[in-house]
């Protein structure tokens, strides 16, 4: 099961990453940088789950947390930045 | 007496910038605040000077692996010093500057430029990979407020494009350290370093990280962000931002290379290639920096030039295992000698802008007759760019140089004293414009005083701290 | 099973937010994307993230993205051939390179085990929160420093647009009559975080949800704006005063001594949780 | 062992329910008769599982946890039934 869930995150990053570079709107650009993000943090989360011990690995999990917190934070920069944009063009 | 806690370098810049934006007499709270994080800057550079051995400190009293360590030795005690020189500086410019222009962003400048400051200070001592990424996430998302802070299309375009590119490099950053510590179970870079050794699966970390730290220092074919980036927002944040904020991403590199990975065959190929790019950073960087009308796209462009030097010596880092002091002097130099200048001009350009109103170079005639203040400080700092003798841009490429001769690369310093001469190229036409005899418009307006003089204290320190660099090679060394 | 089944739902969730030319259908199927993976989380045994992701992750980003969706009105334009080319090239380049990764990892311990023989040192009995709070607290501080910072730099721009809201009797009555029973519920979740599964984000991110639709049926808090102002600093100052107080009494930097640690991290959580609740509403609300 | 009987086939019920409400959404026309069948499985379905839930455990505190999940589950899909139907009428 874990490999599984270790190339459903290389896919979600590859894919994001692809549509990322492609994609000329703003909000298809961030949808992409979340999705790699997700992708990103599944990896992390599968390899907590790769241990010997009884629960899987604590420190991928708050790592994680730490990572969506500012990946939240930097997408509400990003909405106000654009908006702020689409303003300033009317 | 109470003892000197790393911590302290971290939290007072923090506390500084939600005081300066809750209490009305901000520009008070943050002169205090400056002089006191400057202090602890310089005190920590004394420290490694004085103690012959790196300061570590746990934070919490958990030793890694559990917790996160913070190092101070030789090398980040110096970083300390330059982030500790520059910031002081840029303050007292900004109480200045914000008090003549841009007074709705001047409310809020000062929580971004404290946050600035705890971040670099956090990154600089940091030795947990994980933290590391925190810490680029506070300073380019500083970054990126900084530079729409104007609020015009300009800039909230830049910013926006630099936001998306440093969310996608920390996320390449975030899953380079996922693939290391799957592999390896640590993120502290001091277990990681023991861990490496006689291992190749840090290869395939290595190649996100790397293009993660490519993207945030702008080498050559990520560099489309930071000319927009840099050139559109107020002086102050231009200053910061290509001074300092670019810095950190290159300095981890050399960290990584030199301390954590292990000789191997595929870095030395990695090593060629990032060469590759610095050399033809420098060669683009310089070619358009001598193309630009304007002066702040100018300086722009030299950044992206003076960051390629850092890159074209990675075979260096790779080679120099046993000069590692050297290294270290020498890039550290260089680092230390392009902030200062950098921050100068880029301040100068601020007041030049402040009296014409316009930022093309046509603009600025005749500054050496009516403010001599401005132009000595892009005098000195123009020189520290080129690495004019006496100047600390020419000692550190000095070493650079001594240092490719005696590993072997003859190439790299070619293309290195190529640069320098590149680099008069587009300093000449500013120190040409200032010294124009037949001004079209002759500005006697003038400058305020502390803006002036902390432009110019800041190019001056730039060229003069080659007079002084014993003791500061001296501190460097200190491991 | 269950597990291919919900992976590939993911993936294909995540495919089509990205591929539809509608930004609003790619807004709705990346709410879907995010709730999908919150499951994964809890099938990978990782609930404290789930709740998070959820709320944070899919929720509230959500939400950022359709204000986003309804303000602009940029066109898709397609990218050039070329783009396309180096774009896929890159793609390709990177998923060798992680499959290659894939061969070389092996299952070992990594800092669990350690983790769970310091647990009883650390004041807390959850090893998520005993990790984010005690032995990596220095990396939490800075992690509020960003959401703070990311808040504020937003309201330092002076966007005043005003959110979307929907003026409606019935969505008014339910909210008012759910935000009490969101704060007691998101305060227990934060109280739990100290033994079980739950904490300070968690909690915060539930309550900013609650606040959210507060400010979706277009009512305001009624709370003063200094007061709003203070609740979103709280986390970082009182995190950070306390960092400094135990420098300053000798015992290091964001070092709690055994019998204190439980009451500091009781505080830290407490003021995080009001801070990362408010800013997060503000950051929906685009202003004070 | 009754109650486990009754709870898999509670289950069971429920489930069909969630399906047949699913492929109404699919496959119904207009938006009146989708959200109809959204809904009603919503309550139905939902209510079943919740049921067979309950039947599974004799914890008490597990009880109250899962009527409260249930009872908040109905209040919003009532609400967003109306909302729905009140924003189609409005932009018919």
Known sequence: MIWFYYILAILLVIISLYHFIVARNYVKRLIALNILGSGVFLFFITTAKNTNTESPDPVPHALVLTGIVVAVSATAIAVSLILHLNKEEE | ?479 | MLDLALGLMLFVSALLSLHSKDTMKSGVFFIIFGFLSGLIWVRLEAPDVALVEIILGSAITGLLIFKLVKGSKQKDLKAFTFTRLWAGFISFLILIFMLFHLTTIERQDRIASLVFENLHKSGVDSAVNAVLLNFRGYDTLLEVGVITLAIFGLLSLGLKREAYYWDNPLLKGFSRLLLPFIVFFSLYITYLGTFSVGGAFQGGALLAGGLVIFALAGQALPLKASIIYIFMMAGLGVFSLIGLLYALLGYGFLTYPLELSTISIMIIELSIWISTAFLLYTAYRGKL | MAFEILSIAFMFIGAIFLLAGSIGLIRLKDTYSRLHALTKADVLGFGFIVLSCILSTDLLSHWIKLLLVWLLAISYSALVGYALANRKKRYA
């Open chain 2, 1 to 479: 007496m109470i003892s000197f806690d790393l911590g302290y370098l971290i939290v007072l810049p923090l506390l500084a910038s939600i005081f300066s934006l809750i209490s009305p007499i901000r520009v008070y709270i943050a002169l205090a605040f400056s002089l006191l994080s400057f202090l602890l800057s310089v005190y920590s550079f004394l420290y490694t000077l004085r103690d012959n051995t790196p300061l570590y400190q746990w934070i919490g009293g958990w030793t890694p692996p559990l917790g996160i360590g913070l190092r101070l030795d030789g090398l980040s005690g110096f970083f300390l010093l330059m982030i500790g020189i520059v910031s002081l500086f840029v303050a007292l410019y900004s109480i200045s500057f914000f008090n003549v222009e841009y007074k709705r962003q001047g409310r809020f400048f000062w929580f971004f430029f404290f946050f600035l400051w705890a971040g670099l200070n956090a990154f600089f001592l940091s030795e947990d990979l994980f933290n590391l990424y925190v810490a680029l996430e506070v300073l380019s998302l500083t970054a990126v407020i900084l530079v729409a802070l104007p609020g015009y299309k300009k800039a909230i375009k830049a910013s926006l494009n630099y936001l998306f590119l440093s969310i996608l490099a920390s996320m390449f950053y975030l899953l380079g350290i996922a693939m290391l510590y799957a592999n390896y179970g640590v993120l502290s870079m001091s277990l990681l370093s023991q861990k490496l050794s006689d291992t190749q699966e840090f290869i395939y970390a290595l190649f996100p990280i790397t293009i993660a730290l490519a993207i945030k220092s702008a080498l050559l074919p990520f560099h489309f962000w930071l000319p927009p980036a840099h050139s559109s927002t107020v002086a102050p944040a231009s200053a910061l931002l290509s001074s300092l904020v670019i810095k950190p991403p290159a300095y981890l590199m050399l960290r990584l290379w030199m301390e954590v990975l292990p000789k191997d065959k595929s870095l030395e190929y990695l090593s060629i290639v990032l060469s590759i790019m610095g050399a033809l950073a420098i060669f683009i960087g310089s070619y358009y920096a001598i193309r630009q009308k304007t002066i702040k796209r100018l300086l722009a462009y030299s950044t992206v030039a003076q960051m390629g030097y850092l890159f074209l010596m990675a075979p260096i880092y790779y080679h120099g295992g046993m000069l590692k002091e050297a290294v270290f002097q020498a890039f550290a130099l260089q680092v230390f000698s392009h902030a200062l200048a950098k921050a100068s001009m880029f301040l100068s350009s601020g007041n030049a802008i402040y009296v014409a109103k316009r930022d093309e170079l046509s603009y600025m005639p005749g500054f050496a007759h009516s403010h001599p203040f401005t132009f000595f400080a892009l005098f000195f700092s123009g020189a520290t760019l080129i690495g004019l003798p006496l100047s600390a841009g020419f000692v550190a490429k000095f070493l650079f140089l001594e240092l490719s001769i005696k590993l072997g690369f003859f190439l790299h310093g070619g293309i290195m004293l190529l640069g320098s001469l590149l680099a008069s190229l587009y300093v000449y036409p500013i120190w040409k414009e200032c010294f124009s005899s037949h001004p079209t418009k002759f500005y006697d307006k003038p400058i305020p005083q502390l803006m002036e003089i902390s432009a110019f204290l800041l190019g001056f320190l730039a060229f003069s701290s080659g007079m002084i660099t014993g003791f500061l090679l001296e501190g460097i060394a200190r491991r």
